[in-house]
């Protein structure tokens, strides 16, 4: 009996409240739409909330009520998970006031759903690109925040998706071979330009690992003529890959590796 009380009050309620709402929608109060929005936004209903700021904040503009509620504006936005239209405002936000009282948060929450909304690495990765730039500007413009470790932790983790992405590429060049040109290079140019881009990335002893392997795949199917020069550029690739990594999961195969290139080159 109990249970069905409750959900027949929050039945009557839901229905107040739509009521209230219709009836906000059409009212030309601005006070009284403002404060409805807040309580909207407090009660979650953040699709209520947004729908009216979207035609409040242009009418707020230049009161004592603008800073706030267009960033009220922007977190209704991000709290629906709407992370698109949310980084818009919140920058547009920041924009007109970085010095505001909510700045600070408009620009972590900027980054920081974009990082949220941050395809997997096999798709186009502009929001992740958005995401690096909105957090770096935020950790540039409040190096003390206690979001600092957040953001940080956000673009490394971003930065290895970019990685994850050009190693896909990088193998993906590997698996063709020599089909119409030459892919192993290609492979190698992809590695390496990742490497040097993202130096401190989880990725990278895979990344050293492929060129390694890219090299000795075009070193074996290469030439007689090119066969010594390029078994001895693997030789090189080898001493490198070891010295960063004498302990690598991949340690074995790189011997290998390096025993055959050796065989080729009279070592």
């Known amino acids: ?51 009216i700021l979207t035609d409040l904040v242009p009418v707020l503009k230049g009161s004592d009520k603008a800073e706030e509620s267009l960033y009220l504006l922007a977190l209704s936005y991000y709290e629906n998970k709407d992370y698109i239209n949310s980084g818009s405002y919140f920058k547009n936000y920041y924009q007109h006031y970085p010095h505001g009282e909510y700045a600070e948060l408009a620009r972590f929450y900027a980054g920081y759903g974009y990082y949220l909304d941050s395809p997997d690495p096999q798709l186009d990765q502009t929001e992740t690109y958005r995401a690096i730039e909105e957090l770096q500007g935020f950790l540039d413009f409040f190096p003390k925040s206690d979001k600092v470790a957040i953001a940080q932790n956000a673009i490394f983790e971003l930065q290895d998706k970019l990685v994850l992405k050009e190693l896909e590429n990088a193998q993906l060049y590997y698996n063709l071979g020599n089909y119409m040109g030459n892919n192993y290079e290609s492979a190698v140019i992809t590695a390496k330009n990742a490497i040097k881009e993202y130096p401190y990335s989880k990725y990278k002893e895979q990344l050293e690992m492929l060129v390694l392997k890219a090299r000795f795949s075009e070193a074996s199917e290469s030439v007689v003529e090119k066969k010594v020069e390029r078994f001895r550029a693997v030789i090189d690739e080898y001493y490198g890959f070891i010295n960063d990594y004498p302990d690598s999961r991949f340690r074995e195969e790189a011997d290998n590796i390096f025993k055959i290139a050796s065989r080729h080159v009279g070592n």
Request: net charge positive; hydrophobic share 40%; with cysteine.
């Open 1 to 51: 009996m109990t249970r069905k009380l409750i959900v027949a009050l929050a039945l009557v309620l839901a229905l107040a409240s739509c009521g209230e709402y219709n009836k906000v929608l059409k009212s030309h109060d601005i006070a009284y739409k403002y404060e409805y929005a807040k309580r909207a936004f407090e009660a979650k209903r953040y699709t209520q909330t947004y729908t």
